[in-house]
């Protein structure tokens, strides 16, 4: 993946509050921004799967060992975020974790690792369990591990 520090272009958020959350992530290299609303936060970059552009956004994570864990709740909507569905094509991603970047591959859990890791989940963020309610659309758990093994 092209990556901001190959120089290439990335276009944020344009939701405001996430942008807001993205810029000053970005601006203070992770000191201000890696905790919203009390839960971690990480920025993942994906590459637009009809414009090959670079898109940038800042999630809830958790952990699980070295993996990383996302959840594309898009807030119990019937359709998941675009983020999600550039990595379902593409998924290799760069992830801002505080000051640290790097190159990763994402997957969607499987039907056996996502009881457990949704349980990860929604102890950092319990309004999850809210918005698979809300939606007849499975929510998946989006496992991140880095590049480099």
């Not at 939701?15 to 000191?31: A, F, I, M, P, Q």
């Not at 970047?101 to 996502?114: G, H, L, N, S």
């Not at 998946?140 to 590049?147: H, K, W, Y």
Request: positive net charge; glycine residues 10%.
């Amino acid at each position: 993946m092209g990556t901001p520090d190959d120089g290439e272009n990335v276009t944020d958020s344009p939701t405001g509050w996430v942008l807001k959350h993205v810029r000053e992530y970005v601006e203070t290299d992770g000191e201000k921004g890696a905790r919203k609303w009390g839960s971690p936060s990480l920025l993942i970059t994906t590459r637009g799967r009809r414009t090959g552009t670079l898109r940038r956004t800042a999630l809830f994570y958790g952990t699980d060992g070295d993996r990383y864990l996302v959840v594309p709740s898009n807030g119990g909507a019937a359709k998941p975020p675009a983020w999600y569905l550039n990595l379902i094509d593409d998924p290799k991603v760069r992830i801002q974790v505080g000051a640290e970047k790097f190159d990763a591959v994402a997957r969607v859990a499987t039907a056996e690792e996502k009881p457990r890791l949704w349980k990860i989940m929604t102890g950092i963020y319990p309004t999850y369990d809210t918005y698979q309610r809300k939606t007849k659309r499975e929510i998946p758990v989006v496992i991140i591990e880095r590049a480099d093994g």
